[in-house]
């Protein structure tokens, strides 16, 4: 595949890309540590289930893969972020029968995550669900700016959103998760939402603990039975929550003990 | 509201501007016939609409009145495309408190749209809801996309799209009229899809000769009974449907006289 890569922040895009265009394309934002992409194989997982959805065609995999490790090198505590967009294309939603994807890296420092439990409200901004495009990290992602938009007004670390009808789906940057006795659940994200590397990372480290984990629909209603809650997200780990809307959630002992067990140590 | 335009097909865009990033922006691609636009108040319209949805700051709007016009004039038929995204911010879903948006405005050729009526497939792609989305032309189209990859394997020249809740929306660049004997019918579109500048035009000349047109929820079965049908958009004006999926529609009249009223020559 013959693609084109932009790399470093100052890099210039022509404004006919489609990632531009239409938000024809997608994006990974990955974790750095000690000069290494965390969870890599992870990333290029999604990367590759959301290349299928799109039939959006993916740069060669080593070539991608040290350009992205070099990105990397230079960072103690930092993120590489990763986007692929169908490229250039006429003008027009139909997509040119040989594209040449636009790859585009840059990478950063992070400050470690904030260690205290998140304050979390439920969102009157919903997500449109979509199955074609769920689970995926695409660049269409309105919904979550949206989000971003109303938590600002609200006193609170995390913007909880639900679908279109009504199904609990995760905060606005972050997937959920919540403990009802020695039940772990986790949203069934087959019609919206984003499946975040980090919960990836939670749900095969319960599959080899064999600690029981339904990804089922989950009502907000359900929440209110909850007796721990916690947040994953790539870069920032795995967060207990303090407290969703008006209920404290006092248990932070599965989050915990899986932030042990996955080696985080900056949230 | 201070902005930056970015003017002509060749200009470039940083990587990290919101709209590539996340579709945080806004689009119109606008008929240009005689070196003028064609309906721009309309145009002008449904993007103060879309600014209001997403808090996204326009420009100036007699400075970008005058860009406009500049780049339409040169072209006897042509389009002028304009896109407002919210500007370079940094990481993360969250908008910057003062956004400078980007406003780039490109303008070219068109050829004149083909005048005979469209073989039309129901597409299995689906648009998801989310009613603070829809209505507006905003950056995030993968939708439209995935209904125009699905178009390129089937012998026809537009796609209907259905909402997830099984409701008729419009094609997959044009939204969709049926005429019912002496009542007209187009979707509502207050969970999905974008109020086209021509459907728009229809429905202001509709009004001033006091034909009742509805705006309602449509299902694919409705359209089973339908005498007529046409679909519409800013760049090729009103087209006739030839057949949806199976079905032959035989009937051109309110196409044509909708056609004539509103002084549509090239299609």
């Given at each position: ?24 394309g ?14 890599f ?46 490229g250039?294309g006429?003008?027009?939603?139909a ?63 995390e ?16 997937n ?14 087959s ?73 985080l140590?900056?949230?």
């Open positions: 595949v013959r693609v084109r890569y932009l790399i470093g922040q100052d890099a210039t895009i022509e404004v006919g890309d489609r990632g531009l265009a239409y938000g024809d997608l994006f990974e934002t990955m974790a750095v540590r000690h000069g290494r992409i965390e969870r194989e992870l990333h290029r997982e999604r990367l590759r289930l959301g290349s299928d959805r799109l039939g959006l065609p993916l740069p060669d995999a080593d070539e991608l893969e040290q350009r992205l490790a070099a990105a990397a090198a230079e960072f103690d505590l930092g993120f590489v972020k990763l986007t692929v967009t169908r250039q006429p003008r027009g939603y997509p040119p029968d040989d594209p040449v994807p636009n790859v585009i890296i840059n990478a950063g420092m992070r400050q470690p995550a904030p260690t205290r439990a998140l304050r979390v409200v439920t969102l009157e901004q919903r997500l449109g669900e979509n199955p074609k495009l769920a689970g995926i990290k695409h660049l269409c992602r309105l919904e979550q700016v949206l989000g971003q938009l109303e938590l600002k007004s609200l006193a609170a670390d913007g909880l959103m639900l679908s279109m009808s009504g199904a609990v789906i995760g905060g606005t940057s972050r959920v998760f919540a403990v009802f006795g020695s039940r772990l659940v986790t949203p069934d994200l019609q919206a939402g984003i499946r975040g590397v980090m919960r990836e990372a939670v749900l095969h480290e319960c599959e080899q603990r064999r600690v029981a984990v339904d990804e089922r629909a989950l009502t907000l209603d359900d929440l209110q039975q909850a007796d721990e809650m916690f947040m994953t997200n790539a870069l920032v780990g795995i967060q207990s929550v303090e407290c969703l809307d008006e209920r404290a959630l006092p248990s932070r002992d599965l989050a915990a003990r899986l932030r042990d067990a996955l080696g140590i900056d949230g």
